[in-house]
């Protein structure tokens, strides 16, 4: 029996804000590219350069977000719910863009030192960091279940943690004048982002070369799979995701002689769905005979389908 299929996943709450935070972003953007130009600091530059990067990340991921709920038509049959990984790969490459051009301009800083307006690069240092807070805050429940959200989340971090160092670097150069602090925390912080890009890039392409759902092991998929009643073999089977919310597997699964196809193929659709959380799975059971296997029907199951 086939069944049809929706692989659309409700976006829709990622919208609101993404919108809110791009808002934020591209506001607070202004106020900090004029400050770290007033106060000549690379700290500061690099915390801007931090947040045109978030207004970009954050662009790329409301546009993925409304690619994601077009439907599927004749050219693209899975809908457009890969606009997620493209544009977390993007982001995630821009992270690495912005931390090389940091430490590049650190690196030139500490044989050249520049003087530093430590008062005006403090109060603007403040006023992103709450910029940032408040874009976390919008940001933090759909980082947890959705790859390109927790690209534009990671964005947002990254930046926060940039504001708490020019602060403290700003605090520092006051009082004590020591004008390597701010290259050197330039430097930290492009470090500490290297990383969290690579990690970002890695899920990414993870996604799109349809590797194993993360936290799923095929192993046991195929022997939960092989210790149902009536199973006499698997092959062919194959574990991929849509989205970072869509795991999806097909298998051809060997039936032995005399058991019900039909019922068998409803267990294993209810065991994999309700075990590993794969609500998808298309199953092509075949039945054992003595001079090879006899097709039955072909099945698909997913979980917002019913038997």
């Known amino acids: ?28 953007l202004v106020a900090e590219v004029v400050g770290a130009w007033l106060s000549n600091s690379l700290a500061l530059l690099s915390d801007a350069a931090h947040m045109a990067s978030d207004a970009f990340a954050l662009g790329v991921a409301l546009a993925a977000v409304r690619l994601s709920r077009l439907p599927a038509d004749g050219r693209r049959t899975y809908g457009y719910a890969r606009a997620e990984a493209l544009g977390a790969l993007v982001n995630g490459c821009l992270l690495f863009a912005v931390a090389g051009w940091i430490l590049y301009e650190a690196a030139g800083r500490f044989f050249s030192p520049h003087e530093i307006a430590s008062t005006t690069m403090l109060v603007v240092a403040v006023l992103g960091l709450a910029v940032n807070l408040v874009a976390m805050r919008l940001l933090h429940a759909g ?11 990671l964005e947002v971090w990254a930046d926060m943690l940039g504001s708490v160092a020019v602060i403290a670097g700003a605090l520092t150069i006051h009082f004590t004048g020591w004008a390597w602090v701010d290259p050197a925390l330039a430097v930290a912080i492009g470090l500490w982002v290297l990383p969290r890009a690579w990690h970002l890039v890695s899920e990414a392409v993870h996604l799109l070369l349809e ?10 998929v195929r022997a939960a799979m092989l210790a149902e009643p009536g199973v006499a073999s698997i092959h062919d089977l194959h574990l991929w995701s849509l989205s970072s919310q869509q795991p999806m597997l097909t298998a051809h699964v060997d039936v032995d002689d005399g058991v019900d196809a039909d019922a068998l193929r409803r267990r294993l659709t209810a065991l994999v769905r309700e075990r590993f959380h794969i609500t998808h799975s298309t199953l092509q ?12 029907k072909p099945a698909a199951d997913c979980g917002h389908c019913h038997d």
């Open 211 to 220: 590797g194993a759902p993360r936290g799923i092991a095929v192993d046991d």
């Open 1 to 28: 029996m086939g069944h049809g299929h929706d692989h659309h996943i409700d976006t829709t709450r990622h919208e609101r804000p993404l919108r809110w935070a791009l808002a934020l972003t591209l506001t607070f």
């Open 143 to 153: 980082s947890g279940e959705n790859l390109n959200m927790k690209g534009a989340y």
């Open 285 to 296: 059971l075949e039945k054992e005979t003595g001079s090879g296997s006899l097709p039955a």
